[in-house]
């Protein structure tokens, strides 16, 4: 079972950072999960939303600025001082930053989806990350796009209400790799229906103890969580 950590050890660490990523692994995460935006000139940078208001000492769109203007900000004060300057990081930082058989879940949060397609394939192809790597989105047109252009890439449909995953599979003729619903969405049936049919299961976001044991016992591939330490205690007295 994966223990994946949510924008890093985002409970712990300003999400989405290289300091959240490495103190992810350092508390036992064994995967991590990351967003990613298209910067303006073209690169493919790591932050949950399409601006860096909320998560930075500086503002605007990520579509907006380049990536000279966003390493700029600093990523980390805001969430707490011991992390400033931290800065938003690259895609291909955090593919470098980690041991390139590390599972990484990259969702796409850009609506550039042409872009990011074709940039995301020459990254993961240049940084050997094809098989390592999970690309999720809640958009599915995405996710086929990139299936499509690049069969290897391993694909995973985000949800928060129920879906009709067998007939998606039926009507796109491609068959995603994981699923990643709100965890609301999973018991014991549900975890061992997907299971059965071949699928990983990702739910997201667990930070209670009580409902990680519940997915633990439903025998999930993994659970997302922003305290992928307090996870880690649970598997290992599991
Ligand atoms: O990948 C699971 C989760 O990250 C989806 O929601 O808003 O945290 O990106 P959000
Ligand atoms: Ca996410």
């Given at each position: 079972?994966?223990?994946?950590?949510?924008?890093?050890?985002?409970?712990?660490?300003?999400?989405?950072?290289?300091?959240?990523?490495?103190?992810?692994?350092?508390?036992?995460?064994?995967?991590?999960?990351?967003?990613?935006?298209?910067?303006?000139?073209?690169?493919?940078?790591?932050?949950?939303?399409?601006?860096?208001?909320?998560?930075?000492d500086s503002r605007g769109a990520i579509a907006d600025l380049t990536v000279e203007q966003l390493k700029q900000a600093d990523a980390g004060r805001w969430f707490n001082k011991a992390f400033t300057n931290e800065r938003i990081p690259l895609l291909g930082e955090v593919f470098d930053a980690m041991p390139v058989d590390f599972p990484i879940n990259v969702e796409i949060k850009s609506n550039k989806h042409p872009q990011v397609v074709q940039k995301l394939i020459a990254l993961m192809q240049n940084k050997a990350r094809t098989n390592s790597v999970i690309v999720?989105?809640?958009?599915?047109?995405?996710?086929?796009?990139?299936?499509?252009?690049?069969?290897?890439?391993?694909?995973?449909?985000?949800?928060?209400?129920?879906?009709d995953y067998r007939a998606l599979a039926e009507w796109n003729k491609v068959k995603l790799y994981s699923l990643h619903p709100h965890y609301k969405l999973v018991n014991h049936d549900y975890a061992k229906d997907v299971i059965a049919q071949g699928y990983m299961?990702?739910?997201?976001?667990?930070?209670?103890?009580?409902?990680?044991?519940?997915?633990?016992?439903?025998?999930?591939?993994?659970?997302?969580?922003?305290?992928?330490?307090?996870l880690n205690q649970l598997l290992v007295a599991s």
């Amino acid at each position: 079972m994966l223990n994946i950590g949510h924008r890093g050890a985002a409970g712990e660490a300003p999400e989405n950072t290289l300091a959240s990523f490495l103190l992810a692994i350092k508390q036992g995460a064994t995967a991590i999960e990351l967003d990613v935006h298209v910067s303006a000139d073209g690169e493919i940078v790591v932050c949950h939303d399409a601006t860096i208001d909320r998560t930075t000492d500086s503002r605007g769109a990520i579509a907006d600025l380049t990536v000279e203007q966003l390493k700029q900000a600093d990523a980390g004060r805001w969430f707490n001082k011991a992390f400033t300057n931290e800065r938003i990081p690259l895609l291909g930082e955090v593919f470098d930053a980690m041991p390139v058989d590390f599972p990484i879940n990259v969702e796409i949060k850009s609506n550039k989806h042409p872009q990011v397609v074709q940039k995301l394939i020459a990254l993961m192809q240049n940084k050997a990350r094809t098989n390592s790597v999970i690309v999720s989105s809640f958009g599915y047109e995405v996710l086929y796009a990139l299936k499509r252009a690049e069969p290897e890439i391993r694909i995973g449909l985000l949800y928060d209400k129920p879906i009709d995953y067998r007939a998606l599979a039926e009507w796109n003729k491609v068959k995603l790799y994981s699923l990643h619903p709100h965890y609301k969405l999973v018991n014991h049936d549900y975890a061992k229906d997907v299971i059965a049919q071949g699928y990983m299961l990702y739910p997201w976001t667990i930070d209670n103890e009580v409902r990680m044991k519940e997915l633990i016992e439903n025998q999930v591939s993994g659970i997302i969580t922003n305290f992928p330490g307090r996870l880690n205690q649970l598997l290992v007295a599991s």
